[in-house]
C-alpha cells in the first residue's frame, strides 16, 4: 500500500515549456486534490476533483489543467510555465475528513 | 471568499515550554482539521473537530473548537524537539469538499 505517490520529484522547467506532474493513489479514494505551497502562504488549492471524470477550480487555477480519467491517477499540467509557478506542489486524496499527502513535486520555472 | 487566518506565522520556543497557534475564520465552519509538516515533508493529519465548544486531547497536544465555530487553537504543552514543524488548520463549510488551509505556524524548538 504505497498511499499517494507523485512524480517526478524535482523538476527544472525553463520559461514557456510544458509539462504534468502525476499523483497516484491506491487507497480508493474519490477526493483527489493538487495544491501549490510558497513560503509563507500555506497551502493554496489549484484543481480538485470528486470522482473519476470530474474536476473543478480551486482558489489558484490559472494557468493549469487537471485531468481524473482513472480514479486513481489526478494529472496536473502547465501548459506555458512561467517563473510564477515556481513552488512546491502537493497531490492529496481524500477519505472522510482526512487528506494523505503526496511527498511533493519540487518544480522551479527560469 | 473564505478566509483562514493563522497566527502567529512563526514562534520560538525553549524545549519544554509552551506552545499555542490560532486559526480564524470570518464565516462559520462546519469543521476544522489540524495538520503538520516536519521540514522537507508533506502535512500528515492530526485531527479534526466537529461540535461547537470541541475539546481533543492527544498526548500533550490539545485542540479546542471555539463556540461560535469560527475560530480553533493547538496547545502543545511542554515542548520537545520532535515538534518542530510548521501546524497548519484546514477548514471547510458545510456542502464543500474542499478545505482552505491557513498560512501555518512554523514552530522552532530549542534544546
Known amino acids: 500500500n504505497a498511499g499517494v505517490t507523485q512524480t517526478p520529484k524535482f523538476r527544472v522547467l525553463k520559461t514557456g515549456q510544458s509539462m504534468t506532474l502525476l499523483c497516484a493513489q491506491d487507497?480508493?479514494?474519490?477526493?483527489m486534490y493538487w495544491y501549490r505551497q510558497d513560503p509563507g502562504m500555506g497551502l493554496r488549492l489549484i484543481h480538485y476533483?470528486?470522482?473519476?471524470?470530474?474536476?473543478a477550480k480551486g482558489e489558484v487555477p490559472d494557468g493549469y489543467n487537471v485531468s481524473r480519467l482513472k480514479k486513481q491517477n489526478f494529472l496536473l499540467g502547465l501548459e506555458s510555465a512561467a517563473p510564477s509557478q515556481t513552488s512546491v506542489y502537493f497531490c492529496?486524496?481524500?477519505?472522510?475528513?482526512?487528506?494523505?499527502f503526496g511527498p511533493g513535486t519540487r518544480l522551479t520555472v527560469t | 471568499g473564505q478566509q483562514v487566518m493563522q497566527i502567529p506565522q512563526y514562534q520560538h520556543v525553549q524545549e519544554g515550554e509552551d506552545f499555542t497557534t490560532y486559526c480564524n475564520s470570518s464565516?462559520?465552519?462546519?469543521?476544522i482539521q489540524w495538520y503538520k509538516q516536519r521540514p522537507g515533508g508533506h502535512p500528515v493529519f492530526l485531527i479534526q473537530?466537529?461540535?461547537?465548544?470541541e475539546v481533543k486531547k492527544q498526548k500533550r497536544l490539545t485542540f479546542q473548537f471555539g463556540e461560535a465555530k469560527k475560530n480553533s487553537s493547538l496547545h502543545i504543552t511542554a515542548t520537545q524537539t520532535t515538534d518542530v514543524g510548521t501546524y497548519f488548520c484546514?477548514?471547510?463549510?458545510?456542502?464543500?469538499?474542499?478545505?482552505?488551509f491557513g498560512t501555518g505556524t512554523r514552530l522552532k524548538v530549542l534544546a
Open positions: 487507497m480508493n479514494h474519490e477526493y
Open positions: 473537530l466537529v461540535k461547537s465548544g
Open positions: 464565516t462559520t465552519l462546519s469543521n
Open positions: 476533483s470528486v470522482g473519476e471524470g470530474t474536476t
Open positions: 492529496a486524496s481524500r477519505d472522510g475528513p482526512r487528506e494523505y
Open positions: 484546514g477548514a471547510s463549510t458545510s456542502g464543500t469538499y474542499k478545505y482552505i
